[in-house]
């Protein structure tokens, strides 16, 4: 659930649900995120945007283990994995006093920092594979190559958009795709953000030399394309990071 996108006046109602009658409205009862996760895990995407009042009843939640609809005096158990993420500074919203310390620190248990796609340019050829396998199926099409200069095009870029300029500047070149062999128009790299645009490129690329593409049956070719740029993929890297993506690419919350 993206926090972020839900309007502060029904996001206690999206999470914890509510009863028939309970605002205007509400016409029947209906079930929240936390009640329908029952036993499972519920993803809060962007959870520095909630607002304050919510913050406090989500406090609740984690450490009581119970909630109530909204409109409702009856509690319910509360029996499920919370997982939250942000592209925010959550300690710097807390000095700011945009959110709650003991929140930030009741959700703080494991965390996990995904640096900025520049800083782990390995999983780039892993993502492009994914990517263009994804789009190339929805399309009709067959790629079974791509240009290295297209690739180090790829490494060389600063993504300042990350993982979804990406996977839009992946989809686009496959719309426009006319051969089996996969290649990107430079200047989609270089015009919304010119002034961190492509740097240098790797020695020894030429526009003719191709690279086979990636079968998600075959890892040892990814494992390849990766060497030839420079890269060394961890072993079972590729298998757990395209499984966790693809989880993740299902719910569109790249």
Sequence with gaps: MNCAA????LIASELFGHEKGAFTGATQRRLGRFELAEEGTIFLDEIG????????????????????????NQSIRANARVIAATNRDLEAAIVEGKFRSDLFYRLNVF?????????????????????????????????????KKTLNLFLSYPWPGNIRELQNVVERSVIVCETENFSVDESWLTVAFPSVGITSLRNGTDDGDSLPWLSSTRPTRTTGIARSCGFHLRKGGRESFLRALGAELCADSV
């Design 111 to 147: 965390p996990i920092e995904i640096p900025p796609l520049r800083e782990r340019k390995e999983d780039i050829p892993l993502l492009v594979e994914y990517f263009i396998d994804r789009f190339a199926r929805k399309a009709g099409k067959s790629i079974h190559g791509m240009n």
């Design 49 to 72: 945007e909630l607002p304050a009042e919510t913050q406090i009843t989500l406090l609740h939640v984690l450490q009581e283990r119970d909630f109530q609809r909204v409109g409702s």
């Design 6 to 9: 839900i309007p502060a006046s």
